[in-house]
């Protein structure tokens, strides 16, 4: 009898559950993984010994309470179910299955936690601050034959001797340069704190530039949460072109639909591409508890604009292209003039 497992709505391999399956194979079981995308599916045919759910966001909790309810025994976990339920430590410590997904990525923590305490994220409330975790070097879980690594640290940025005591080095550039030393092509999938940035930083990320997340190009995904932060971003962005990026290798994440005004989201997306050929790429904020994001058809449509990436605006405004679809134009004003 095999076991299940359950990926209710990763955007990558789910650390987790490749785990859990090397685990459950290194005692001689059979695993069977289902994705299911976000949307509720057909249950693959059983008995299945055990039923493991995995869920990140919490607006799909509903789909994988309803996929687990039927089984009697099925267990659910992940930071869109709990923020304290954990892997125990001798699955955690294990070397991921890759075959589960047949990725070429090695996908793992340097190190866990946050300096921040952003009301609109969970990683502060689930991992604790950084000191609180223990430092993972990246030689340490990277599997032979590996070229290419997944980041997944949420404040790589903040990496200093004065936040995490225990190391004293500069954990930010100990693992550039065992990157580097051992050829490993490497993406920091978090956006990339602006606020932490300086001079030698940028410089560090400019010798050994990472990767987006398909290994394509040249990528450094930074963030823009809101506003008021638009002095970090400037600065790090100038940091970083002086370094040698381009601004086309720059990605920066801007949510959107939370506090920020129509004209501030112009704002934004008008800085960095106007003024430095950053990239822009716009989230929509969607409620912690799981409840639907407030309609705005203004907002939608200036995402679609935005995210469809330079193909949609070099060309052509966002008024030019709300102009060229009229059911777009009409919904929005319409909308708006209610």
Not at 22 to 51: A, D, M, N, S, T
Not at 96 to 116: E, T
Not at 160 to 168: E, G, L, S, T
Not at 214 to 221: A, D, G, I, M, W
Request: glycine share 8%; net charge neutral.
């Amino acid at each position: 009898m095999s076991q299940l497992l359950v990926d209710v709505d990763s955007k990558i391999p789910n650390l987790a559950l490749m785990k859990i399956s090397k685990f459950l194979k290194e005692k001689g079981e059979e695993v069977q993984l289902i994705r299911l995308e976000g949307k509720l599916k057909q249950p693959p045919k059983g008995p299945f010994e055990k039923v493991w759910v995995s869920c990140v966001f919490t607006w799909n909790r509903l789909v994988a309470e309803a996929f687990a309810s039927q089984y009697d025994n099925a267990e659910l976990g992940g930071s869109g179910i709990s923020l304290i339920v954990k892997l125990p430590d001798e699955i955690e410590s294990i070397i991921p299955d890759y075959s589960l997904y047949g990725d070429d990525r090695a996908i793992g923590f340097v190190l866990r936690g946050c300096i921040r305490k952003c009301d609109f994220c969970l990683v502060s409330r689930k991992e604790g601050k950084i000191t609180e975790n223990v430092f993972r070097p990246v030689e340490s879980w990277v599997p032979d034959g590996f070229e290419k690594v997944l980041l997944l640290d949420n404040e790589f940025a903040a990496y200093d001797p004065k936040v995490y005591a225990p190391i004293k080095e500069d954990i930010e550039l100990r693992t550039i340069r065992t990157l580097e030393a051992n050829g490993w092509k490497y993406s920091i999938t978090q956006g990339y704190d602006l606020r932490c940035m300086d001079e030698r930083k940028a410089g560090q990320l400019a010798d050994y530039k990472p990767m987006d997340l398909k290994f394509r190009e040249k990528r450094l995904y930074c963030a823009w949460d809101y506003l008021g932060i638009e002095p970090f971003v400037r600065k790090g962005i100038e940091l970083l072109l002086k370094a040698g990026f381009k601004g086309r290798e720059i990605t920066v994440y801007c949510l959107v639909g939370m506090r920020s005004t129509h004209e501030e989201d112009l704002h934004r997306f008008n800085v960095l591409w106007n003024e430095y050929g950053a990239l822009p790429f716009l989230m929509r904020y969607r409620p912690l508890d799981g409840s639907e994001p407030r309609r705005d058809p203004w907002l939608n449509a200036f995402c679609r604009y935005v995210n469809r990436g330079p193909a949609s605006y070099r060309n052509h405004s966002f008024e030019e292209y709300l102009g060229h679809r009229p059911q777009v134009h009409a919904k929005v004003f319409g909308e708006e003039s209610k």
